[in-house]
């Protein structure tokens, strides 16, 4: 058995297997994207699970994991080409869990849940954020209900410093962005801001120590080694 979670523009549906029939629609322009997980990794009973069902869009989890399911539509060849790609596995099953176990309103569940993948939701969270310059360790915190001293101590378990890792994660989508040549004419300090970055110094400081080169040095090399 396995179940499937689907992304439209419109809407998320879950099928508890896809040996059953069902049916996903909708009117209009749109497109869909989806991602099928064996039901025995979600690690939830069956009754939870059909629980679940009609009540996706009640859980306050439903516009991350949607977005998160968008995302990797978009690209999934390159996703599934990436080292990394085992661990987005991992994660994906871990949002889909917690938004099951979140809609089947089952409480005791439903906070075991969560706590097992605060981590998890927390890293979709800022990715999907990560050019607000205004994501604070708070806000965070305050997104999934929980103190701010308690943010931290789950992210000390898993060796992790929230601000290190938000700053390293708008540095290398910013590396990225730098080498597109649809990106040429933009400055340096916009692509910054893009990024979360309020000060162009600052940001540039953080750049040349993570990668040992200045951004316009990085986007010039860059430039140099394109093809013709």
């Not at 998890?120 to 001293?149: F, K, M």
């Not at 410093?161 to 916009?190: F, K, M, T």
Request: aromatic share 6%; hydrophobic share 35%; proline share 7%.
């Amino acid at each position: 058995m396995s179940s499937s979670t689907c992304r439209s523009s419109r809407q998320a549906t879950y099928s508890p297997s896809t040996s059953a029939p069902y049916d996903y629609s909708w009117s209009g322009d749109g497109a869909a994207g989806c991602i099928q997980i064996p039901s025995d990794q979600l690690g939830l009973p069956i009754d939870i699970i059909r629980q679940a069902i009609h009540r996706l869009r009640s859980s306050p989890l439903y516009d991350i994991i949607t977005d998160h399911i968008a995302h990797l539509t978009r690209d999934p060849a390159r996703i599934t080409a990436d080292p990394a790609a085992a661990s987005v596995t991992t994660a994906s099953i871990e949002l889909a869990r917690a938004l099951l176990a979140s809609a089947a309103h089952a409480d005791r569940l439903t906070s075991q849940v969560l706590a097992e993948t605060l981590l998890t939701r927390v890293r979709t969270y800022v990715r999907q954020h990560l050019a607000d310059p205004d994501l604070t360790p708070g806000r965070i915190a305050a997104a999934h209900n929980v103190s701010l001293r308690h943010l931290y101590k789950v992210c000390a378990q898993a060796d992790a410093s929230l601000e290190q890792w938000i700053i390293s994660e708008r540095l290398q989508n910013a590396w990225h962005d730098l080498r597109r040549p649809e990106n040429g004419h933009r400055p340096v300090a916009v692509i910054a801001h893009r990024w979360g970055f309020r000060d162009p110094t600052h940001f540039t400081r953080r750049f040349k120590a993570r990668y040992g080169i200045s951004p316009g040095e990085w986007r010039r090399s860059a430039e140099e080694t394109a093809p013709p």
